[in-house]
């Protein structure tokens, strides 16, 4: 299994505080990605980073923000947390060019009250 | 922009049976096609993948993916289902032109349930 885990896995919190979710991998490889999964809609791209402080947006960032100052970790934050970003949140890695492989950490599961 | 969809969010078949869970794709350009497997409560993981070569490929479960480029399909089959086959299955697929980031589109997932 590639070395990526996500913290913390569950957490609870209430409408308007700030979240920061953390991704952490030991494979030392370049791409992250952040996806949400929701009944019906599957995995959607939150956003990605393609290196060191480089990121870009997915198709649902509203209300996200991410960073990542190392190779290995990967940080979303959810700035003003609202009860449609209830979901479980995943992270993904992937390295080889030309493979297009992503490899999936365990998931954090996120409540929103 | 490529998108993907899965035409049945959920198979229910009893245990021994075949199986087959759809896959299309839209996309203007060449593309790299995947099956990811969910269990329940766990992270995705992936199950096979058509990168290039030939059109049939094969995971260590049995479990078998066929790309056809005409009509734009990569259906996953399985010949006789154990009920450890039980979980959510993800196509995605990337496509290979410039910019794209490696980034994958998913489908909404087909919830495959084996009855014994």
């Known amino acids: 299994d590639a070395g990526i885990t996500q913290s913390p896995r569950h957490k609870v919190t209430e409408t308007g505080t700030p979240v920061t979710l953390r991704c952490h991998q030991t494979?030392?490889?370049?791409?992250m990605y952040w996806y949400r999964q929701d009944p019906g809609h599957g995995l959607r791209l939150i956003h990605y980073?393609?290196?060191?402080?480089?990121?870009d947006k997915g198709e649902v960032s509203d209300g996200y923000s991410v960073s990542r100052s190392k190779t290995e970790d990967f940080l979303l934050t959810l700035e003003s947390a609202t009860s449609s970003q209830t979901s479980v949140y995943f992270c993904?890695?992937?390295?080889?060019?030309?493979?297009?492989?992503?490899?999936f950490g365990p998931g954090t599961r996120l409540t929103v009250t | 922009a490529q998108s993907v969809t899965q035409l049945d969010s959920q198979v229910p078949v009893f245990e021994e049976a075949p199986v087959e869970l759809r896959c299309n794709y839209s996309?203007?350009?060449?593309?790299?096609l995947f099956w990811y497997v969910q269990y329940p409560n766990q992270g995705l993981q992936l199950l096979l993948k058509?990168?290039?070569?030939?059109?049939l490929v094969e995971s260590i479960n049995g479990f078998e993916a066929e790309f056809n480029k005409s009509q734009t399909s990569f259906h996953l089959r399985k010949p006789s289902v154990h009920i450890s086959d039980t979980a959510e299955y993800f196509c995605?697929?990337?496509?290979?032109?410039?910019?794209?980031?490696?980034?994958?589109?998913f489908g909404k997932g087909t919830l495959l349930t084996v009855n014994p």
């Open positions: 993904a890695i992937s390295e080889r060019q030309g493979s297009y492989e992503q490899y």
């Open positions: 494979e030392n490889h370049r791409y």
């Open positions: 980073s393609y290196g060191v402080k480089d990121t």
């Open positions: 996309s203007s350009v060449s593309v790299y």
């Open positions: 058509y990168l290039s070569g030939s059109t």
């Open positions: 995605a697929v990337s496509d290979l032109s410039g910019g794209s980031n490696y980034k994958l589109t």
